[in-house]
């Protein structure tokens, strides 16, 4: 479902991506971990075309964004990814001025040029799927973040995208918020959406995924499952990480 090869991205001088090689087959769900700066934000930055590329390719449902393409037709490509993909933010980038319905409706009547009633029909249906079935009149400022955060997946879920993407989605949130976003994302897993996750909650990837991928100074480390990631790490980069976080 996504293949990346020789991805390379450099801002200026500064190169955050080095030849990065990775593959996540259908239904796969895959936690990207490693330290602040390791480059797993500016990973799903590419795929999803927010960046682009200074070397390699990436490859999204058959889709495939060479670096050295000509640029027209490397954002021509993008645009067909980002229709295949959602993405879900550490921020959650409503629309304050529209209703929790009115944001879940909006890509399916502006992008997909569905009727308003049938785009309000599914955004109840995705609402429900969220628990927030009782929040569609609602508007963003009055919801906690955690339930502003599962509108944000809702949105994303209106497109029927073949993957999602989640860029450390919990990380803005109180501690006690965080469980009701992460039960949406297992809901998700075991529907067997192919996920590729960002994220800081070590319970989620042990008990979610069936893949870590340890990233450091803009490198894959470590690929392992989630028993022999925790358990038996090969790297001592990778065996720093754990003692370090794991320390308090």
């Known amino acids: 479902m996504i293949t990346t090869t020789g991805l390379t991205k450099r801002f200026q001088q500064n ?11 259908a239904k796969d769900i895959v936690v990207l971990l490693g330290p602040s700066g390791s480059g797993k ?5 590419c795929l999803n075309g927010l960046e682009e590329l200074t070397g390699g390719q990436i490859e999204v449902n058959g889709i495939v964004v060479n670096s050295a393409d ?5 954002r021509a ?16 980038n409503l629309y304050p001025h529209k209703t929790v319905l009115g944001n879940v409706m909006e890509g399916l009547v ?4 569905i009727k308003r009633d049938e785009a309000a029909e599914r955004g109840r249906i995705l ?15 009055r919801l906690s973040g955690g339930q502003q955060q599962r509108v944000a997946i809702a949105r994303a879920l209106a497109m029927e995208p073949e993957v999602m993407l ?24 075991e529907e067997g959406m192919t996920m590729l996750v960002v994220t800081h909650e070590l319970k989620f990837a042990r008990n979610v995924a069936n893949k870590i991928v340890f990233m450091a ?11 022999a990631f925790f358990e038996q790490p090969k790297q001592e980069r990778t065996r720093r990480f754990l003692q370090q976080i794991t320390e308090f």
């Open 41 to 45: 934000s500016t990973l799903l930055r």
């Open 217 to 227: 100074d803009g490198s894959i480390v470590e690929e392992a499952s989630p028993q």
């Open 166 to 189: 989640f860029d450390e989605p919990t990380s803005a949130l109180d501690p006690e918020l965080v469980g009701e976003v992460l039960s949406v994302m297992k809901e998700l897993a």
């Open 70 to 74: 000509p640029l027209r037709v490397q």
């Open 77 to 92: 490509r993008v645009l067909e990814i980002r229709r295949q993909t959602g993405m879900v933010f550490q921020q959650f």
């Open 110 to 113: 502006t992008v997909k040029k």
């Open 15 to 25: 190169e955050v991506l080095t030849n990065i090689d990775l593959h996540v087959d």
């Open 127 to 141: 609402l429900d799927r969220v628990g927030l079935s009782d929040k569609q009149d609602a508007y963003p400022s």
